[in-house]
């Protein structure tokens, strides 16, 4: 069965830094394209961040430079380290494992950037 699941998340004041976790079982993690989405409220969901399984990344214009997308495939585990947050990254946000018609999402994790 498959799981995904996102932490990490929480308040943040503006310029502050959050690490989300995305820990994965169920598949065969090292084989998926990760991606962290996000959706704030009223607004459409929007891709943050992607990582291929060659460890390829690609960010959204809005976070490049400030945030940073890796992986760990003894861990099957998907990182999003957020730095110097903006009450706009304020969202809940969502990981993805996808490859060919297979698509797996988390729940999603609350953050909100506040001062």
């Known amino acids: 069965q498959v799981h995904i699941v996102e932490s990490g998340g929480g308040l943040v004041q503006p310029g502050g830094s959050l690490r989300l976790s995305c820990a994965a079982s169920g598949f065969t993690f090292s084989s998926y394209a990760m991606n962290w989405y996000r959706q704030a409220p009223g607004k459409e969901r929007e891709v943050v961040a992607s990582?291929?399984?060659?460890?390829?990344?690609d960010y959204a214009d809005s976070v490049k430079g400030r945030f940073t997308i890796s992986r760990d495939n003894a861990k099957n585990t998907v990182y999003l380290q957020m730095n110097g947050l903006k009450p706009e990254d304020t969202a809940v946000y969502s990981c993805?494992?996808?490859?060919?018609?297979?698509?797996?999402w988390g729940q999603g994790a609350q953050v909100t950037v506040s001062s």
């Open positions: 990582i291929t399984l060659f460890v390829s990344t």
């Open positions: 993805d494992a996808r490859r060919a018609r297979y698509d797996y």
